[in-house]
């Protein structure tokens, strides 16, 4: 199996950066099941999606979105010869219906535009994290990539040229982590300044070179515009790292603030 066109068939846009997410993942990840049930939340687009890449590595995947995966998704997926160790569901992530059901819960690129559907921020946020976090088993692992705020340059661009045009809430990293304050522990970094910018995949692949060369080198986390991580939860009698945390599965993250989680910003 050729890895570069895996990752880019997995990935879709912005290759470059956005694909260091599933490293990260696999290098931050203390999942022990031989065979991982994982649930990809909010699946979209022509490509094959995370479940595509999921999938390759011998996990169980439930493929979900709010609609049905493309046709061509489909067929991507059948062409890596994956069609076993994946299952297609309509799931809103606002009305999930899976307890304790996985180890694995993934997304990629979706918790901005939830702001667009009526609900300011960070309501919906909140009640998909909070439901994603349901649906983990104990000991469980939430793998995310999202858009950060980066810099005033990408919030100008995002609201004249892209999405912020239709509503989309951008989260800093303080804002992300703090989303995540019920898990034990949350690894993270920060990624890409320029790749965004690209009006094509090879203009974005050109300016990913320069983010991993020299601007992240150079500039404060603050600045990029996507954030990783991997977030577990450790419950009671799991190996919880947080003997004073009270919250159980029923009293799921309320509010924004100051985590009371173990964060761990990777450089």
């Not at 203390?30 to 390759?56: D, K, Q, Y």
């Not at 569901?89 to 702001?115: C, H, Q, W």
């Not at 950060?148 to 982590?177: D, Q």
Request: charged share 20%; glycine share 12%.
């Amino acid at each position: 199996m050729n890895r570069a066109s895996l990752v880019r068939d997995s990935i879709g846009w912005d290759v470059t950066n956005w694909s260091r997410c599933l490293s990260f993942w696999e290098e931050h990840s203390r999942v022990a099941a031989a065979t991982p049930s994982v649930l990809e939340i909010g699946f979209g687009g022509t490509h094959g999606g995370l479940s595509l890449w999921l999938a390759t590595k011998g996990f169980q995947v439930v493929c979900s979105g709010l609609q049905e995966p493309s046709p061509a998704a489909r067929r991507l997926h059948a062409a890596y010869g994956i069609g076993d160790a994946v299952t297609y569901e309509r799931i809103d992530v606002l009305n999930m219906p899976y307890v304790a059901a996985f180890d694995i819960v993934a997304f990629k690129s979706l918790l901005p535009g939830m702001t667009t559907g009526g609900d300011r921020w960070p309501v919906p946020q909140r009640k998909a994290i909070a439901n994603m976090y349901r649906a983990l088993k104990p000991g469980g692992e939430l793998w995310f990539a999202e858009n950060a705020a980066g810099t005033r340059i990408h919030g100008f661009f995002r609201t004249h040229f892209g999405w912020g045009r239709k509503g989309c809430g951008y989260l800093s990293a303080t804002e992300a982590v703090g989303l995540l304050s019920a898990f034990g522990t949350v690894d993270y970094t920060t990624l890409g300044i320029l790749g965004g910018f690209g009006r094509s995949e090879r203009q974005r692949r050109a300016l990913g070179a320069v983010d991993r060369a020299l601007c992240e080198r150079v500039t404060p986390q603050s600045w990029r515009y996507i954030i990783t991580g991997v977030a577990r939860r450790n419950d009671h009698g799991n190996g919880a790292e947080h003997a004073g945390d009270e919250r159980s599965e029923k009293e799921p993250p309320e509010e924004i603030g100051a985590p009371d989680t173990a964060c761990h910003p990777a450089s």
